[in-house]
């Protein structure tokens, strides 16, 4: 029994996060991260969707910023005491500015879906980190409990052996076998956890079966967390999409009070007439100007409505920036509370919990201690250690929010590369 328990501090907890899921160990876990994410997100369907968002804000973009008036031509006939056939060629000319307007607007839609494509991949990006996160805390979760229920058995079947020699009671038999029913129980809840973090993967991979790549072995320093959260703010793709929806609104200000002036149609026409009771006929040249006048409807109001909706956008791109800014900030401070808080686990915990099994192992065969007794400070061992992973996947999610929060997911997987931190030879989880 007092090597079953030895084992549990000898166990590296990276191997267990490997070889507690099938088809999660060898090559499978050799894909670099970067790549991982990079051939996830070229295949995502819903950034093919983005790009094709993209391309059609680029083509309707090229449409608003050619002219607003084609030429028109016109063949007309007269049939009467006198025939007469002409034709005619007329332009709208563009003074009142619709072409500049439609132009801005053009230009400032296609900005909004560059940006909302940029915002959408930051998105996936961080919610496939976080998955990742997610999904490698319940492998830890899943090993762990692994761990307790073999543990378990085995020390069941010990006191079932005791007790057919008349060294303990029925009662602590009975509270070993307990001890293993609770264990079956567990395992059973967190190999459906396990499950379900699988299937948050897969739902955020848009890629069912893909083989995830390890995260790094050492969690990121707090100390990139000093950033200037206000240029990081004005710089996202979804408060640029806010501007960019207010460069929009602006310009639809515009394409209304360009309404409201007049384009003059110039025209010229000419043709031929003939006398069918025998007069002279001749030719005809004439020309044509036509202004519309806005009696019936001035189209202010239509200006009124788009000044509104300028105006609401403009406050929701102010509320973005400052939430944006709130919420660095907020994500800053949970990454640095989660981050201290598994560094002094790391350093406190890991040992002292291996030390105790060791040493509650022997109190107990020396009846210093009751089954009782052994079992619940064995229980709150395992918690222990189980915490700690916990702790860890969710220091790591806090890592995917901050990236998230503030854009940074790609610069750090760039700079994270470059120093080969994401294969570190040392980890500080073991």
């Not at 293993?180 to 967190?190: D, L, Q």
Request: glycine share 8%.
């Amino acid at each position: 029994m007092f090597l079953l328990l030895k084992r549990l501090g000898r166990l590296a907890a990276g191997a267990l996060l490997m070889a507690a899921l099938p088809g999660f160990g060898g090559e499978a876990v050799s894909t670099d991260l970067r790549s991982y994410l990079a051939d996830v997100l070229q295949a995502h369907p819903d950034l093919k969707a983005a790009d094709a968002r993209v391309a059609a804000a680029e083509a309707q973009a090229d449409n608003l910023s050619r002219s607003v008036y084609n030429p028109e031509l016109g063949i007309g006939s007269e049939h009467g005491q006198s025939q007469s056939l002409e034709a005619s060629l007329s332009q709208t000319f563009d003074l009142s500015g619709k072409r500049e307007a439609r132009r801005a607007s053009g230009q400032a839609e296609l900005a909004i879906a560059v940006a909302e494509r940029t915002e959408q991949r930051q998105r996936i990006a961080t919610d496939v980190l976080k998955a990742l996160a997610d999904l490698y805390g319940q492998i830890a979760a899943s090993s762990l409990a692994e761990q307790r229920l073999e543990l378990l058995e085995r020390f069941a079947e010990v006191a079932d052996r005791q007790y057919q020699a008349g060294d303990i009671g029925v009662l602590d038999r009975d509270l070993a076998a307990l001890a293993r029913a609770e264990a079956i129980a567990v395992t059973g809840r967190v190999e459906l956890n396990l499950l379900k973090a699988q299937q948050a993967l897969d739902a955020a991979t848009r890629h069912p079966g893909y083989p995830p790549p390890p995260l790094p072995d050492q969690l990121p320093e707090s100390g990139l967390l000093n950033a200037d959260y206000n240029a990081l703010a004005a710089a996202l793709p979804g408060v640029r999409a806010a501007l960019a929806k207010t460069e929009a609104a602006r310009a639809e200000i515009a394409i209304a009070r360009s309404e409201t002036r007049s384009d003059p149609t110039v025209g010229v026409r000419g043709g031929f007439q003939e006398n069918r009771g025998g007069g002279a006929g001749g030719s005809l040249v004439g020309l044509e100007l036509t202004i519309p006048l806005f009696l019936r409807n001035n189209f202010k109001a239509q200006v009124a409505a788009a000044d509104a909706r300028a105006s609401a956008a403009g406050i929701e791109s102010d509320a973005s920036y400052r939430l944006a800014v709130a919420r660095m900030k907020a994500a800053a401070t949970q990454y640095g509370r989660t981050h201290t808080a598994w560094m002094r686990w790391n350093g406190l915990s890991s040992a002292r919990i291996d030390a105790s099994v060791e040493l509650l192992d022997k109190v107990w065969r020396v009846r210093e201690i009751s089954t009782a007794e052994y079992l619940v400070q064995f229980r709150q061992l395992l918690d222990g250690r189980a915490a700690g992973a916990e702790l860890r996947a969710q220091t790591w999610a806090s890592w995917a929010e901050w990236l998230d929060a503030t854009g940074r997911w790609q610069a750090w997987l760039d700079a994270a590369a470059t120093s080969d931190s994401l294969n570190p030879t040392a980890s500080s989880g073991k």
